[in-house]
């Protein structure tokens, strides 16, 4: 299994952004994905997530109501759009596929067992 970010960039805050994260392998459709991210010197922590069904989403306080999650199991992609974007979201963005397949991943990344390889998003005041 494979996952390739793509998406990140330099954007003024206000601004939006979409992320996408494509995977490689394994049965997609039957796997919860996240969203993680790492700002300078900081750990690495929660964003979104989506079930494997897409009907599910989870949030991190942060970005509630600015960024939202979205899967295209056809395309085996799943996306993060990012509005109204604050130079706090600065960071390199992770997706990540769940541990185990039809399952609730949520919010930790111990559930969490494949990661792409990060997409550097920056955003200026």
């Known amino acids: 299994v494979q996952l390739q970010a793509s998406g990140g960039g330099l954007v003024q805050a206000g601004g939006s952004l979409r992320l996408s994260c494509e995977v490689s392998?394994?049965?997609?459709?039957?796997?919860?994905m996240g969203w993680f991210r790492q700002a300078p010197g900081k750990e690495r922590t929660f964003v979104v997530s989506?079930?494997?069904?897409?009907?599910?989403?989870g949030h991190a306080d942060s970005v509630k109501g600015r960024f939202t999650i979205s899967r295209d199991n056809a395309k085996r992609t799943v996306y993060l759009h990012m509005n109204n974007l604050k130079p706090e979201d600065t960071a390199v963005y992770f997706c990540?596929?769940?541990?185990?397949?039809?399952?609730?991943?949520?919010?930790?990344?111990?559930?969490?067992?494949?990661w792409g390889q990060g997409t550097q998003v920056t955003v200026s005041s």
């Open positions: 990540a596929r769940a541990r185990a397949s039809y399952s609730n991943a949520g919010s930790r990344e111990y559930d969490y067992s494949y």
């Open positions: 989506i079930s494997w069904t897409g009907g599910a989403t």
């Open positions: 392998g394994g049965t997609f459709s039957a796997y919860d």
